[in-house]
């Protein structure tokens, strides 16, 4: 039962919604879809679910064509931002509506909401009108009616957005063992975020898009440690990745007058020349041995304190493991972790990773 895409194309007055988008996507797996607002993710959901037609392309579903079925034949499902449940109706008769409107049996409804309401954690709640929910228990009660539909695909647009950070923290984990058991079932499952965290804690297959095109796809992990351009390397870190512009001579990798590093193993094949260096927030903090910056802001992060650093050119967001106060032009000792140094080329792709070695 896979759903494959082939350069599906949506254009509107000049503007590329989706760019010739091309994927395969097969059962038992979790599917995130990670990229900034605007970038197509949505708009791809609704081309998958029939919402919406596309200008060019193909899709196709067990190797049929998928674009000639009708919405309502289609075994897709959809939870969106908002918790789109029926006032009017309790926990139950919200899950079991979509069930009634196919006519199904009494007996075989009950089976499917009951299975549906264990699985999203909501047992006990049945008889509950939705305004008696928090937001939470309102989303996890249109992700069951999604469930008990036994859909093929299950597509998530953002389904966490709209929560507070804990309980975003806290469905995040129920939804991951929701979904590996649905997984499991034979279904395809979508789930679309802006959230670099949540696309790498969901694990699974990771698609990433920009400006209505797929940049990488790839696990978590592949992704995570070789993000194949800057672009991808900014759009799945939390702060983006600091990107800075350098030079490699001799065993030197120099940035500016003041700031000198040493070259990194990993970096020993990389012939003299320009880069766009890259090193994550974690991979820059505070000791007395280090380069002069001064604190351009410093955010307090639950017990970690996010440093925004300024020396010259060079502007870096760097990680202190404590909560520590700072004053606005405060200069402070940086140091670079070498290690955990990526070199991009001109063209923005990847030349060399902590993990790859040059590509």
């Known amino acids: 039962m896979t759903l494959a895409a082939s350069n599906l194309t949506i254009e509107r007055k000049d503007e590329f919604y989706l760019n010739n988008i091309s994927f395969e996507m097969s059962p038992g797996k979790i599917y995130t879809i990670i990229g900034r607002t605007l970038s197509g993710k949505t708009t791809l959901l609704k081309t998958i679910a029939g919402l919406i037609s596309q200008d060019s392309g193909k899709l196709t579903f067990n190797g049929n064509d998928f674009d000639i079925i009708p919405v309502w034949k289609r075994q897709v499902a959809m939870v969106y931002q908002q918790f789109i449940n029926y006032p009017h109706l309790n926990v139950f008769e919200n899950i079991a509506f979509p069930l009634k409107q196919r006519k199904l049996g009494k007996e075989e409804i009950n089976d499917r909401v009951k299975q549906a309401i264990e699985q999203v954690g909501l047992v006990g709640f049945e008889g509950r009108k939705i305004q008696a929910l928090s937001g939470g228990q309102q989303q996890r009660v249109a992700l069951a009616r999604s469930l008990v539909k036994n859909a093929n695909i299950l597509l998530l647009d953002e389904p966490l957005v709209n929560l507070d950070y804990k309980l975003r923290e806290q469905l995040r984990e129920e939804f991951k063992k929701i979904f590996s058991s649905k997984a499991s079932e034979e279904a395809i499952l979508i789930y679309t975020t802006t959230d670099p965290v949540e ?161």
Do not use: C, W
């Open 199 to 359: 696309a790498m804690q969901l694990g699974g297959e990771v698609i990433v898009m920009d400006e209505g095109k797929i940049l990488q796809q790839g696990s978590a992990k592949e992704i995570y440690e070789n993000p194949i351009t800057t672009k991808v390397a900014e759009i799945t870190n939390d702060p983006a990745m600091n990107l800075f512009k350098g030079e490699i001579k001799g065993k030197k990798i120099k940035l500016n007058s003041k700031i000198e590093l040493s070259l990194p193993k990993h970096f020993k094949d990389l012939t003299d020349g320009h880069y766009t260096f890259g090193i994550r927030a974690s991979g820059i903090t505070l000791a007395k041995s280090g380069f002069p910056f001064q604190i351009e802001l410093a955010e307090i992060s639950g017990s970690e304190t996010f440093l925004h650093l300024g020396q010259g050119q060079v502007h870096v967001v760097g990680l202190l493991d404590a909560v520590k106060n700072f004053d606005i032009g405060e200069t402070v000792s940086v140091i670079f972790d070498i290690e955990k140094l990526y070199a991009f080329g001109s063209d923005g792709i990847l030349m060399s990773s902590p993990y790859s070695g040059t590509k």
